[in-house]
């Protein structure tokens, strides 16, 4: 395996979660724009237009010798051959460490860090986006909290990353600007006040709930405008892309705003373009994953580790999103049912430290932790190694290779999630490395659409679950390697660099050759 694991706390939801990977060459580019209303769009950002992206964070940390590097994750690793040959800046918070670089490492792209105050950080980051927007896009599983002072700092916040993307855009007129995520949603509004025709997208990385489910926001309407200042609004799916359209029409239809097909008509005479463009991995970087010796040693070890037992494996962020309750309960049905399984199959459950100083978060580490206690307690055999295994900490993406390599399944199974990229991660280096690994995938996840060959599953129902994790484990090796082959070629014409080339070109494009369907608004 590769050095030592790092705790690295995941501080944003796009992925940039984790420790550090390497910088990989150039990969190749797949010239496919997404689905949805990307019909116009072309395969690259068609010229050598800057690209401003705007993010909470930006995408650097300390490494372990103290110097600047990369932080993992599919953005910054796709954004970065774009931006390696388009001039270009990356407006985001600095976390709180001082003395960034002025540029990303090894790259010509300037680092624009904001600094926040303590009370930004605790009213901005962990309140209105952690604790209000994060559970209310996703179905409000959690109750949302709404703060006056929470929902003031959003938009203090949002203000001063706006500012700083201008005075961006202003040194490069003809830049494109693209805004992530949830934390930065009134951002395209603000920056539209300001540079009236520039080409501005907003990709968001987790779910748009049902149009009830969002109208309980107080500032719904502040939100809808903020996001309808972008040219481009993209979604994972299609079902988020269809939600956003219906609380388009049931929160602003009164103010003269219609949608028509894919497209949002404003008051103003714009036109706003949806798109669904469901994000992936940098597949030709992790199939390789699966050849490095080191990756090999790892796997080697892990098996050894586990000889004689099936390997089911979880990896997410410690977060309640993400059903790791639903599964260990669903795993203790399965030891229940099965006595010879409290020696013949083992559980791993890999946890990413994520917002631990938002209360929730807390409490979810203290809920896990004893269940893995209770079953251990009840099903350990005498001379037998416990029956669940479980790491808190950040581990490099070769650390995870390995263990994706090892593992005979992977239990995915969020109550919902926006994309997840994990599931991704484990069909590509499993193919990669020879392997016939059963995925168990919930199907309130996005990756569910593509990966449909996956043992589909329903969290909720956690009996139901300990059948399906059966299944998975019963599934002869002829179906799971034609399964893994099918999901894992998905994965890889479908990788990260597809999909930063589509959503580039459809914001350059600004969406203006796309026809406007004389159609009604969505019910
Ligand atoms: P996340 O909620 O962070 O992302 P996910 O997409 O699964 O969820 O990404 C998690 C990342 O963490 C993966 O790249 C994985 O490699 C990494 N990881 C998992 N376990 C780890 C460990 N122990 N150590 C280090 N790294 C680990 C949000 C949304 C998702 C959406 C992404 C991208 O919530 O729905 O897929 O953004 O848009």
Redesign the pocket.
Known sequence: MTGP?RN?P?Q????????ARRIPAQSNRSSQAQSGTAKSARATPGDDRPVIAVSNRLPVQRGEDGGWELS????VTALRPVMATHPGAWVGWDGGTKGMPATLPDSTVRLLPIALSAAQVRDYYRGFANATMWPLLHNAIEKPRFERPWWHAYQEANHIFAERAVAAAEEQPDAIIWVH?YHLMLVPQLIRHRRPVEPIGFFL???WPSPDIYARLPWREQILWGLLGADVVAF?TDEYRLNFLRSCVRQLGDFGLEVRGSSVLLPDGRTVVTSTAP?S?DAGEFASFATEPEVKDGTGAIEEQFAGRLLLLG???L?Y??GIIERLLAVEMLLERNPEMRTSVAFLQ???P?RDDVREYRQLRGTVEQHVGRINGRFTQPGSDVPVHY?Y?????Q??AAYYAAADALLVT?LI???????K?YVTVQQAAGGSGALVLSEF???AVELSQAVLCNPFDVEGLSYRIDQAIALKPEARRKALAAMAEQVRVHDVHAWVSGQLALIAARGASVPVPPAGNPR
């Open positions: 694991a690295s995941a944003g939801s796009t992925a940039q979660s984790g420790t993992p994750g599919g953005l995520d990385h987790v779910p994972h994000i991995i990896a997410d962020r977060d999103t993400k890999l946890a990413v994520s790491l900490r950040g581990l490099s993406p650390q995870l969020p999630d926006g994309m997840n990229l994990v599931c991660e996840t996005g990756a």
